[in-house]
């Protein structure tokens, strides 16, 4: 069964760090782009970053480039995003997300709420 579970969430004033992990089974992880998106209620759900299994090549959006770094342990088939810089607009529910690099078809975790509150 495919399982993507995200972790290390939770309450941080603006300009802290968080670092959320994901940690995956079930598919073969490195056939996957690993991705990070999130969600606020009433908003869509909005890309954040993505990373390819071999290359390394990452892409982040506009609004967390610079601030935040995706990675990924392939040996551990676990992805990570590094939260630093902080903002309350970052609030939302954060997604671990696999597309398979062929089909294109995804993977998706239930989950990590990110709280940026003073």
């Known amino acids: 069964q495919v399982q993507l579970v995200e972790s290390g969430g939770g309450l941080v004033q603006p300009g802290g760090s968080l670092r959320l992990s994901c940690a995956t089974s079930?598919?073969?992880?490195?056939?996957?782009?690993m991705k990070w998106h999130r969600q606020t209620p009433g908003a869509e759900r909005e890309f954040v970053a993505s990373i390819e299994p071999f290359t390394t090549a990452t892409n982040y959006a506009d609004s967390v480039n610079g601030r935040f770094t995706i990675s990924r342990r392939n040996a551990e088939n676990t992805v990570y995003l590094q939260m630093n810089a902080l903002k309350a607009e970052d609030t939302a529910v954060y997604y671990c997300?696999?597309?398979?690099?062929?089909?294109?078809?995804?993977?998706w975790g239930q989950g990590t709420q990110v709280t940026v509150s003073s």
């Open positions: 997300v696999a597309r398979n690099r062929y089909t294109r078809s995804e993977y």
């Open positions: 079930g598919f073969t992880f490195t056939n996957y782009v």
